[in-house]
């Protein structure tokens, strides 16, 4: 059984950082390409980034590009997504989503892709 498990969302003021956490368990994380997405109320599910199996490659929603980062420490079974400059529009609930493609260097950037998924953590910026 995998289970996947965020944390690190919060209240913050636009200009400030955070770093979400989602540790894996259920499966050798190096197995996993994994996924960070956010979803608004009445908005479809959006893919703000994700990083491949081999940890090599990633994909970043244009939106937050040159903000947002992603990486993956297999030693602790865990993948972060650095945010920094937030802004009132990244105010969302915040979703770790894991798969295991069969090459190690694809990288999903769609929610049908991911098999797995985190119970997100809110997030919200305030102006």
């Known amino acids: 059984q995998v289970q996947l498990v965020e944390s690190g969302g919060g209240l913050v003021q636009a200009g400030a950082s955070l770093r979400l956490s989602c540790a894996a368990s259920?499966?050798?994380?190096?197995?996993?390409?994994m996924g960070w997405f956010r979803q608004v109320p009445g908005k479809e599910r959006e893919c703000v980034a994700a990083i491949s199996r081999n940890r090599d490659s990633t994909h970043y929603a244009d939106s937050v590009k040159g903000r947002f980062s992603i990486s993956g420490d297999n030693a602790k079974n865990t993948v972060y997504l650095q945010m920094n400059s937030l802004k009132p529009e990244d105010t969302a609930v915040y979703y770790c989503?894991?798969?295991?493609?069969?090459?190690?260097?694809?990288?999903?950037?769609?929610?049908?892709?991911?098999?797995?998924w985190g119970q997100g953590t809110q997030v919200t910026v305030s102006s």
């Open positions: 259920g499966r050798t994380f190096s197995t996993f390409a």
């Open positions: 989503a894991a798969t295991t493609p069969y090459y190690s260097a694809t990288v999903y950037s769609t929610d049908s892709r991911y098999d797995y």
